[in-house]
């Protein structure tokens, strides 16, 4: 089992800047992927960004560009800086890791959430 503490929603203004904070509570070189994901009221969970353990990352179009998604392995910790943030990013953000469980099943884990609304 793994527990995943975030940190770092909040309410900002249209154009401002947020960063979360997400600490696993196993070694961060366990998880086969690390990321997070949105969800605004009356939709569906989406993908905003993820990184691998490799270091590949993969990024929502609509985040392209204002989110970056980093690891600090010293801390053990994944961040997600959001910069130029806009109304529509208004949702529920989750941190998510992806454990490999066999050769080809795949276990996620996810985080209580994180509010963050973007006001205009």
């Known amino acids: 089992q793994v527990q995943l503490v975030e940190s770092g929603g909040g309410l900002v203004q249209a154009g401002g800047s947020l960063k979360l904070s997400c600490v696993p509570s196993i070694n961060i070189f366990s998880i086969n992927r690390m990321g997070w994901y949105r969800q605004a009221p009356g939709k569906q969970r989406e993908l905003v960004a993820t990184l691998t353990t490799g270091g590949i990352s993969n990024y929502a179009d609509s985040v392209k560009g204002r989110f970056t998604l980093s690891r600090d392995n010293a801390k053990n910790t994944v961040y997600l800086q959001m910069d130029s943030l806009k109304p529509e990013d208004t949702a529920v953000y989750y941190c998510?890791?992806?454990?490999?469980?066999?050769?080809?099943?795949?276990?996620?884990?996810w985080g209580q959430g994180t509010q963050v609304t973007v006001s205009s």
């Open positions: 998510n890791a992806k454990m490999r469980t066999s050769m080809s099943t795949y276990q996620d884990y």
